[in-house]
Each structure stands twice: as structure tokens, then as C-alpha cells.
């Protein structure tokens, strides 16, 4: 799986936007882009994933350049229950069999702070 | 709907003893990922299971084993303790689905002493 790199940290005002960055630049064709979220000694908790297209769920955003080799997290308005370690992960989509039961790897995360 | 289910959610063992993790997944889920998260560090991947069989092994201890059964649980065992073996220990399941993201339990807390 291609390696990424995040800022170590970040802070944000409450309800403003959080944008977070990661770099990817040795993604592959078939790898997507997952962010989790780790709310201090609790489970990773999934927030959105992408391959090509931009995405947007409930929680955020997720804006991929066109050469696919960075992206953005965008938390629309930030509260202070987002501050939590951000990870960036990228992962092959599926195997030859056209399953999908590769790891995720956790690297450096983004410590997101959301200051009252 | 229900997510990652574990149990215990605290454990305290004493050195040498033996402990057993649980985890049940994700109705549907047909794959199981097992890792480990010690006091500052990232998770670290250690086994996961895809339709009850191995389907990838990281940095797993050879006093560990693990295995997933009919229904699809899993139970992590872990023998012969050691204070190292300190940690968190998080379950994660998947649909083996192309780009299907990972939902992760709460994990258990193993204490050695």
C-alpha cells in the first residue's frame, strides 16, 4: 500500500471549517483513500473513503486532486467532540479475485485540535 | 444496526497467564481484522481472517493465535503474558467488497502484571 504524509497536528475553531490534508503521491490506480478518526483510547472510527470522485457523507468531505496523489478532509463545521487523531490510510481496492480483505495500515496521524 | 461487538472490554492477567479475546462482527461482515494499540503508538495490525480462513499475518506474536469460526467470530488467544503485552486490542470487520471500509469495535483493555 502507497505511504502517506500528514501534518502531525492542527488546530481549528469550533465551527469553522477543518481542513485536513494528506499527501499520497505513490497512490496506485486500484488503491483508495480512507480517513479514520481515533477519539483518544477509543475504536477508529470510520469517517468517508474515495477513489477518484470527490465524496461527502453526514460526517465530511473528501476532495481528491485530479492526479489522485493528495487529498483533503473536510470537516464543515467543526465542534469540539471532532478533536481526535485523523488518519489518512490508502488501501488496494480488491485482489485479483475482485475481493477486498486487505489491512488497513495506520501510519502518522493529524492531532485536530477544536479550540472553543 | 449493531457494531463491532468485543468483550471483554477490560482484562487484567498476571505474567505467564493466558487470555481470550471475542469479537463478533458486523452482521454480513464475512472478515475479521485483529490489532493491537500500545500506550502512545498507532494500531498495529496483527491477523485477519476472511471466510474463516487466514488471510494475512503481521506483526503477530508466536504465543498468539486466532481464528474465526462458522459464525464468523473471532477470538484473539494470547498465552504465556508479558508485561509488553499491555495494550489495546481493537477488532475490525469488513464486507470483502471492493473499497468496503473497515468498522472497528471499542476494543479490549489488557492489563499484565
Known amino acids: 500500500d502507497a505511504k502517506t504524509t500528514q501534518p502531525p497536528s492542527m488546530d481549528c475553531a469550533e465551527g469553522r471549517a477543518a481542513n485536513l490534508p494528506c499527501n499520497h503521491s505513490t497512490i496506485s490506480g486500484n488503491e483508495y483513500v480512507y480517513w479514520y478518526r481515533q477519539i483518544h483510547s477509543q475504536g477508529p472510527q470510520y469517517i468517508i473513503h474515495g477513489l477518484k470522485n470527490n465524496e461527502t457523507n453526514e460526517m465530511a468531505s473528501l476532495i481528491i486532486t485530479e492526479d489522485r496523489k493528495s487529498s483533503t478532509l473536510i470537516l464543515p463545521h467543526a465542534t469540539l467532540r471532532d478533536t481526535a487523531v485523523y488518519y489518512c490510510i490508502v488501501r488496494v481496492s480488491s485482489n485479483a479475485g475482485g475481493t477486498s480483505y486487505g489491512k488497513l495500515t495506520f501510519g502518522q496521524g493529524t492531532i485536530l485540535t477544536v479550540h472553543p | 444496526a449493531a457494531g463491532v461487538i468485543q468483550s471483554p472490554r477490560h482484562l487484567i492477567k498476571e505474567k505467564r497467564e493466558t487470555a481470550t479475546l471475542k469479537c463478533y462482527p458486523i452482521s454480513r461482515h464475512d472478515t475479521v481484522y485483529w490489532y493491537q494499540q500500545g500506550p502512545g503508538q498507532d494500531p498495529q495490525f496483527l491477523i485477519s481472517?476472511?471466510?474463516?480462513?487466514?488471510?494475512d499475518k503481521g506483526s503477530i506474536p508466536d504465543r498468539f493465535s486466532a481464528q474465526q469460526f462458522s459464525d464468523y467470530h473471532s477470538e484473539l488467544n494470547m498465552s504465556s503474558l508479558e508485561l509488553g503485552d499491555s495494550a489495546l486490542y481493537f477488532c475490525a470487520s469488513s464486507l470483502a467488497a471492493a473499497g468496503s471500509p473497515l468498522h472497528f469495535g471499542n476494543g479490549t483493555r489488557l492489563t499484565v502484571t
Open positions: 481472517f476472511y471466510e474463516k480462513m487466514q488471510s
